[in-house]
């Protein structure tokens, strides 16, 4: 209900979001009012871990390579 509410000001309504968007569509939208609120997404990250590409860190997450 809360990505609905999120999503809304984009045009989206609650049925969109829950029934006819991929949940692919949904996150990209996610990520991007996240972006265009000035708001930095949690899987950005610095320095050394900064080289690594996001493949790697999810490969890393789900393998229990962290």
Same mark, same amino acid.
């Given at each position: 209900?809360?990505?609905?509410?999120?999503?809304?000001?984009?045009?989206?309504?609650?049925?969109?979001?829950?029934? %006819?968007?991929?949940?692919?569509?949904?996150?990209?939208?996610?990520?991007? /009012? @996240? #972006?265009?609120? +000035?708001?930095?997404? %949690?899987?950005?990250?610095?320095?050394?871990?900064?080289?690594?590409?996001? /493949? @790697? #860190?999810?490969? +890393?997450?789900?393998?229990?390579?962290?």
């Amino acid at each position: 209900m809360a990505i609905a509410a999120r999503l809304s000001k984009y045009g989206l309504t609650l049925e969109d979001v829950v029934w %006819r968007l991929p949940l692919a569509v949904v996150n990209q939208f996610i990520i991007y /009012d @996240e #972006l265009a609120s +000035g708001r930095r997404p %949690r899987w950005q990250t610095d320095g050394e871990t900064g080289a690594k590409t996001l /493949d @790697e #860190l999810i490969a +890393g997450a789900l393998t229990g390579g962290f």
